[in-house]
């Protein structure tokens, strides 16, 4: 298998294993051709690669030397890990997640700026703000839903686990054709899942206007009165690539099992 190497030199924690990439498997830094990914550091390194490289649909395999390494793998034996993906002894499990496709068009400017997110976005920003947001849905879920509040929170499958289930919406499993859309501290309580679709808000808030998240707070743009959003199903999937998915999936419900 054809693999690219992806890491930040900047990072003093991977300075040691980028050497021994170097050494080891140059073809990992020099290929132009890959066929994989693999990914060092943590979960927001597959992020930045996400970002980066996500446009071309091939999955993302990651070696873990972050903080929480919740999409990575932890593995000592990296000769003998990376040896066996480049000639095929190992070949990994390709988990398929949902993504949402972002739009935000901006009233004065007439921008338009695209964005992908794995996980989730969220149109908020501190808890105590109150916003006022127009929310209408292609299959009816919303039909001009006023909304007032701190906020909304909208989920993939993956991103279910983070800000999401924090914010009490519901957690939802991996290979499942879902979203989970949730309200922060409003006067409505929103907690629906549905299916992916188009879905539209217009900023309608007239003094403090909210930042988009996405994907954490990595990506944040701040949004104005008039600005639409829009939301939808991206053709293309996130996969990430596991040697024992299971070991994932167990981490997945520890995390949640804790936070219940």
């Not at 499958?157 to 914010?167: D, E, F, H, K, R």
């Not at 999936?249 to 949640?256: A, G, N, P, Q, S």
Request: overall charge positive.
């Amino acid at each position: 298998m054809r693999i690219k190497a992806v890491f930040n030199k900047n990072d003093k924690r991977q300075r040691t294993y980028i050497k021994f990439i170097k050494q080891t498997f140059p073809q990992l830094i020099n290929e132009k051709d890959p066929e994989m990914f693999f990914v060092v550091g943590g979960d927001g390194a597959m992020h930045h690669a996400h970002k980066k490289y996500g446009h071309l649909g091939l999955p993302f395999f990651g070696k873990g030397l972050g903080t929480l390494n919740f999409i990575m793998h932890n593995f000592e034996n990296d000769f003998e890990v990376i040896s066996g993906l480049i000639d095929g002894s190992i070949n990994p499990v390709i988990i398929e997640t949902e993504k949402i496709a972002i739009s935000i068009k901006k009233k004065v400017t007439k921008k338009i700026i695209n964005k992908t997110s794995i996980n989730d976005i969220v149109i908020g920003n501190g808890i105590m703000d109150y916003h006022y947001l127009l929310i209408n849905s292609e299959r009816g879920s919303f039909e001009n839903f006023h909304y007032r509040g701190a906020g909304v929170s909208l989920s993939t499958p993956l991103g279910s686990t983070a800000y999401n289930v924090n914010n009490r919406g519901r957690v939802l499993p991996l290979d499942s054709d879902m979203w989970s859309f949730t309200s922060i501290v409003g006067t409505h309580i929103v907690d629906e899942v549905m299916m992916p679709q188009k879905i539209n808000i217009k900023i309608k808030s007239e003094r403090e206007t909210p930042i988009i998240y996405i994907d954490g707070t990595a990506t944040a743009i701040p949004l104005d009165k008039g600005d639409k959003i829009e939301l939808g199903k991206c053709e293309e999937k996130f996969k990430l690539a596991f040697i024992d998915p299971r070991v994932f999936f167990k981490k997945r419900m520890k995390l949640i099992q804790k936070k219940r």
